[in-house]
């Protein structure tokens, strides 16, 4: 008998330890989670927000935040930046050479928030800050995710600095957001991000903007696709290239959106765009254009180049306190609360207005999606039928 208890009592031990590993094993790193698609690594709090800048082996994984973090504890360079470009040397003929090591993962921030981010850079060649320094990949995306109150700053000739992303070289960035706060360094500076070669679609930032060059209320320097966003912080220059939602737009295209920020500097602003290279379609600018001295300065852009084309575009003659643009078309503020301005926009799946009350506003689904997946399918035909037998 008491050979047989002794058995039974290993065998218990036994399994009590490998439901304990099991357990170990479950909980994984960071919050929980493996890191896979199907399975992204858990976000919880500000301590696992920094192990993900502390362990660049994990850079490209998948990630998804579970809950608001305060990232108050962490101030001046504390904060471990996700994705980096590091000075390696400088090259006289090149200048300043650098090593990437950038983020190919995702990050799903779920619609939670991330307060008080702060990062104050101290170096004279610092590239690509941000709380993602540099994003790069075909399939890297950060969605779902807001920024509240953050401040970037950079004391040397910063260049690429945005709250959310410094450099988007490839990959999306999608229904993000920047609420408030304030961002400044030298060049390519963004209410969002600094600087875009990918993708972002659905954003907007309220982000005060602040440095030399290359300023915009939601993208410094662009190269990429800008689509159904906004920006209606302040920019102030004190240089060249400040545009209300873009600084300078090289090349890509920037389609359905708007700016309300007001634009302050000396040459080369825009209330939309300080200089576009690229395409524009269907957006409007609405903020003050101060008319100090200066050149290349107009109510929705202060210079489009021979390669830019800018159509079914328009600014706020009233509000900007410009009466001139190098492309758009003026339109007084009566006239742009009224739809009949914009002949050639889609006021069904894109835009919305209230007739002689608002400005045009992005819708956040389109009409005709009912049960708001953001997806227009048999579904919400489904439910339309429904609705209408019960009518019946």
């Not at 492309?327 to 006239?335: F, H, N």
Request: include cysteine; hydrophobic fraction near 35%; glycine fraction near 16%.
């Amino acid at each position: 008998m008491g050979k047989a208890r002794s058995s039974n009592l290993g065998g218990g031990v036994g399994v009590f330890l490998v439901v304990c590993c099991l357990g170990v094993v479950a909980e994984g790193k960071y919050g929980g989670g493996s890191g896979t698609p199907e399975d992204p690594y858990q976000i919880r709090d500000a301590n696992h927000m920094q192990a993900i800048g502390a362990d660049s082996n994990d850079w490209d994984k998948h990630f998804k935040l579970m809950a608001d973090v305060d990232l108050s504890g962490f101030t001046g360079e504390e904060f471990n930046i996700i994705g980096t470009a590091t000075y390696y040397w400088y090259d006289p003929f090149e200048g300043p050479v650098y090593i990437f090591r950038p983020f190919t993962g995702t990050f799903r921030g779920s619609g939670y928030k991330i307060v008080n981010f702060s990062f104050t850079a101290t170096g004279f060649w610092d590239y690509s800050i941000g709380l993602f320094g540099v994003v790069d990949g075909n399939d890297a995306e950060v969605s779902d995710l807001a920024l509240i109150n953050p401040s970037i700053r950079g004391e040397g000739t910063g260049t690429r600095f945005g709250p959310l992303v410094g450099s988007l070289e490839r990959g999306t960035v999608s229904r993000c957001y920047v609420d408030g706060g304030r961002v400044s360094a030298g060049y390519d500076v963004g209410g969002l991000v600094g600087a875009n070669e990918g993708m972002i679609t659905g954003c907007h930032s309220s982000c005060s903007v602040a440095g030399h060059a290359r300023l915009g209320g939601l993208v410094g320097r662009n190269y990429g696709i800008v689509s159904r966003s906004f920006a209606s912080g302040s920019i102030d220059a004190t240089g060249y290239w400040a545009g209300g939602l873009v600084g300078a737009s090289y090349a890509g295209s920037i389609l359905n959106s708007y700016s309300t920020s007001d634009v302050n500097g000396v040459n080369w602003r825009g209330g939309f765009v300080a200089e576009n290279r690229g395409s524009i379609s269907n957006c409007y600018a609405t903020g003050n254009v101060p008319p100090a001295t200066g050149t290349m300065i107009g109510g929705f852009a202060g210079y489009n180049g021979i390669t830019g084309t800018i159509s079914s575009c328009f600014w706020d003659v009233d509000a900007s306190g410009m009466s001139t643009s190098r492309s758009g078309e003026g339109k007084t503020t009566a006239e742009m609360k009224q739809r009949p301005t914009f002949t050639d926009w889609d006021f069904i799946n894109v835009w919305d207005i209230g007739e002689n009350q608002t400005y045009p506003y992005l819708r956040t689904v389109p009409a005709g999606d009912i049960n708001k997946d953001h997806v227009v399918n048999f579904l919400d035909l489904c439910i339309v039928a429904e609705q209408w037998m019960k009518e019946e």
